[in-house]
C-alpha cells in the first residue's frame, strides 16, 4: 500500500486560522485516527491567496515554506519508522499562486521563489519551464504526473455574445452612409481589453507530450495525475453557481490521460471536495478503464466554513482493492468522522470479516507491533490465530460491528488484546502455566503501553487486567459491568465490549479444545452425564469444530463432528452455558 496525504487551495495570507496551526492539526489528526505512515504530500494549488499584494510575495512565500517544514517535521515526529523528506511533497501550481502580468518570468516568480526556498534547489523531477513535473516511486511502482493548468488573459470589454449581436443586427449599409467600416468595428472590439486579467483552465499539448515520453518507459505502473483546475462539469457546482473555469481543453486533455494510462486524478481549485469515478469509453473493452477522480476542496481559506483534506491508500495492481480515500472535514473548528469509500466499493454482506486484514491496511506499524508481539508468546500464538479465525467468522453477519472495526481500528486493537491476554491467563489458572504467563505476559503489557495508552480508554491499566484474571467468565463479566457503569466515555464503553467479545470466544475455544475436563464441573449438576478424564478431547476433535456466520439472520453458530454420542451431548451442554451469557451487557453494547 501507498499512503497518499492530498491538500489543497491553503491559500496562505488569507486561512481562516493561523497556517502552522493549521500544519500542526492536519498531522495530529492523521496520526490520531490511526492513518499514519504517509509515503508521499501531493498539493494540487493555491498554496497563497492571490488577493494579497503583491508587494508581500516575500512574506507569504516564507510563510508557506514554514507551513510545510512543520507538515513534514510533525508527520515525521508521528511516523518514525517511515520518514519522508521535502522531495517527497510535490507541487503543482495553482491560479491564486501566478502574479497577473504579461512577462512570464514575472508571473511565476513568487511561486519559483518558494519552490527554491522549500527546497533549496527545485528538484530535476520538475520541467522548470513549466513547473509541471514527473516523479517516480520505483519500489511501489507508482508515478506521479504534475501539470500547471493555470493560464490567464485580460479581460474582455466585448464579450462574444455582444460582438455577436452586433454583427448581426446593426445594419452595414448604414454604417457605410457614415463612413464606418463595420468590419474594423467588430475587429476592434474583439481587441479591446481591460487591465485586470481572467484566469481559466488550460494544459497545452507541449506541456504533455514530453511526460508522455517518459511513462512510456514504466511498465506497469500506476499513474497518478495532479493539477489544479477541474476537468469536467460537477453537477453539484454547475447546477448551482455555473462554471466558467473548467479546463478548456478537457477534451484532448481527456484523451492524454488515456493515452498515459492514468488511473487517479487529483486537483482542488473549486472548494468543494467531491469524489467521481470518470468514465470514458473505452471502460467497455475493461472495467479498469476509469479514472477516479478526488477533488481536494480547501484546506484553508477563510472564506468558507466547512474544510477538508484527504488520505489516499494506493493497492498494488494484484490486490483486489484498487485504492481507499478518507476524507478528513471541519465544520469551522469540529472534525466530522473520517469519510472513507473504497473502490471497488464494499460488499457489507456475505463476506468474511478478516481482523488482521482490516487492521494491516489501516495501521500497517500496529498490525507489525502486533504479529512481533503474538510471535514473541509463541505457545500460544497458534491458538490465538485460530481464535481470531472463530472470532472473525462469527461478526461476518452483523455489518454493523465491521463499521466499528474499520471507523476505529483501536476496536481491532482491543480486541485482539483481548484473546490473546485472556488465553495465556487461562494457561495460568486453569493450565497451571506459571513461568510462560510472567514471559508472556509482561511482551503483551509491553504492547499495551506501546499502542492502547495511546486511546481514549479511561479505565486504569491495572483495573483493567484485573478482570483477566477470573477463571468463570461470568465474574469477569460482572467486574467488567462495574467498570462499564461508572465509565461514562463511549470510546472506553465500546473497547470494554470488544474486550468481552474476544474474552467469550477465547474462553468458548479454550475449553472445547484444551479444557473440557476442568469446565464439566459448571454442568454436572444439571444434567447426569459422564464422561472419562481427557476422554473428551479425543471424541471431540478440535479440526472437527468451526464457527460459522448466517448473514440474513445475523446469526452465528457452531458446527461439531464428534465421535461419540456422549462426548456430542457435553460439547452441546457447554455451549448451551455460553450461551446464556450472550445476554452480557457489554457484548449488548455493540
Known amino acids: 500500500m501507498f499512503r497518499i496525504l492530498h491538500l489543497s487551495d491553503i491559500h496562505i495570507g488569507k486561512t481562516y486560522k493561523e497556517s502552522d496551526s493549521i500544519a500542526c492539526r492536519i498531522a495530529s489528526d492523521i496520526d490520531y485516527n490511526g492513518l499514519g505512515g504517509i509515503d508521499c504530500i501531493a498539493v494540487t494549488g493555491d498554496i497563497f491567496d492571490g488577493q494579497v499584494p503583491v508587494d508581500k510575495s516575500e512574506f507569504l512565500v516564507n510563510k508557506a515554506v514554514s507551513f510545510f517544514e ?47 526556498k522549500f527546497y533549496g534547489k527545485i528538484p530535476d523531477y520538475y520541467f522548470e519551464n513549466n513547473y509541471s513535473l514527473v516523479k ?150 475493461s472495467a479498469d478503464n476509469i479514472i477516479d477522480v478526488f477533488a481536494g476542496g480547501s484546506v484553508g481559506t477563510d472564506r468558507k466554513e466547512e474544510h477538508t483534506f484527504g488520505v489516499l491508500d494506493l493497492y498494488e495492481k494484484k490486490d483486489d482493492i484498487k485504492l481507499k480515500h478518507h476524507k478528513f472535514v471541519y465544520n469551522g473548528e469540529n472534525l466530522e468522522p473520517i469519510i472513507r469509500k473504497q473502490v471497488p466499493p464494499q460488499k457489507m454482506t456475505g463476506r468474511v470479516v478478516k481482523l488482521l486484514e482490516i487492521l494491516k491496511t489501516i495501521d500497517a506499524d500496529g498490525f507489525k507491533l502486533y504479529e512481533a508481539s503474538a510471535e514473541k508468546a509463541f505457545k500460544s500464538y497458534d491458538d490465538c490465530n485460530r481464535i481470531i479465525s472463530w472470532v472473525s467468522e462469527a461478526i461476518t453477519g452483523f455489518v454493523d460491528v465491521y463499521k466499528y472495526l474499520h471507523n476505529d481500528h483501536n476496536n481491532i486493537l482491543f480486541l485482539l488484546y483481548a484473546i490473546n491476554y485472556r488465553t495465556i491467563c487461562y494457561m495460568k489458572i486453569v493450565g497451571k502455566e506459571d513461568s510462560y504467563f510472567e514471559s508472556a505476559s509482561k511482551t503483551w503489557s509491553d504492547f499495551y503501553d506501546q499502542q492502547l495508552t495511546k486511546t481514549d480508554f479511561m479505565i486504569s491499566k491495572d483495573e483493567y487486567h484485573e478482570m483477566f484474571m477470573f477463571k468463570k467468565l461470568k465474574e469477569t463479566a460482572s467486574h467488567c459491568d ?69 448473514a440474513d439472520r ?37
Open 482 to 550: 462495574l467498570m462499564l457503569n461508572k465509565c461514562d466515555n463511549k470510546k472506553s464503553q465500546r473497547y470494554l465490549a470488544f474486550t468481552m467479545l474476544g474474552m467469550f470466544f477465547t474462553d468458548l475455544y479454550l475449553i472445547l479444545t484444551k479444557y473440557a475436563d476442568d469446565f464439566k464441573e459448571s454442568i454436572q449438576y444439571k444434567v447426569n452425564i459422564k464422561i472419562e478424564e481427557n476422554k473428551f478431547h479425543e471424541n471431540v476433535p478440535a479440526p472437527r469444530i468451526v464457527v460459522k456466520s448466517d
Open 70 to 116: 512543520i507538515l513534514l517535521t510533525e508527520i515525521n515526529s508521528n511516523q518514525e519508522k517511515k520518514q519522508i523528506s521535502k522531495e517527497d511533497i510535490l507541487f503543482v501550481p495553482g491560479n491564486h499562486d501566478l502574479i497577473r502580468v504579461e512577462n512570464l518570468e514575472k508571473r511565476w516568480s513568487k511561486y519559483h521563489s518558494f519552490l527554491e
Open 554 to 590: 445475523r446469526s452465528a453458530y457452531i458446527e461439531m463432528l464428534c465421535n461419540e454420542a456422549t462426548a456430542h451431548k457435553m460439547a452441546v451442554l457447554f455451549i448451551k452455558e455460553f450461551d446464556l451469557l450472550i445476554n452480557m451487557k457489554t457484548i449488548l453494547k455493540l
Open 136 to 285: 517516480e516511486y520505483k519500489e511501489h511502482k507508482v508515478v506521479f504526473i504534475g501539470f500547471n493548468s493555470c493560464e490567464i488573459e485580460r479581460k474582455k470589454l466585448f464579450d462574444d455574445g455582444y460582438i455577436s449581436k452586433f454583427e448581426r443586427y446593426i445594419d452595414n449599409d448604414e454604417l457605410e452612409k457614415n463612413g464606418i467600416d463595420k468590419s474594423k468595428v467588430i475587429e476592434a472590439m474583439k481587441a479591446e481589453v481591460a487591465n485586470e486579467y481572467d484566469d481559466y483552465g488550460f494544459i497545452p499539448l507541449p506541456q504533455i507530450t514530453p511526460i508522455g515520453r517518459k511513462i512510456k518507459q514504466l511498465d506497469d505502473y500506476t499513474v497518478v495525475a495532479l493539477f489544479h483546475h477541474h476537468f469536467y462539469l460537477f453537477p453539484e457546482i454547475a447546477c448551482q453557481f455555473g462554471d466558467s473555469s473548467l479546463i478548456r481543453n478537457y477534451t484532448e486533455v481527456i484523451q492524454q490521460l488515456r493515452y498515459l494510462n492514468v488511473s487517479v486524478v487529483l486537483h482542488g481549485h473549486k472548494h468543494f471536495a467531491l469524489e467521481r469515478p470518470y468514465i470514458t469509453d473505452d471502460y467497455y473493452e
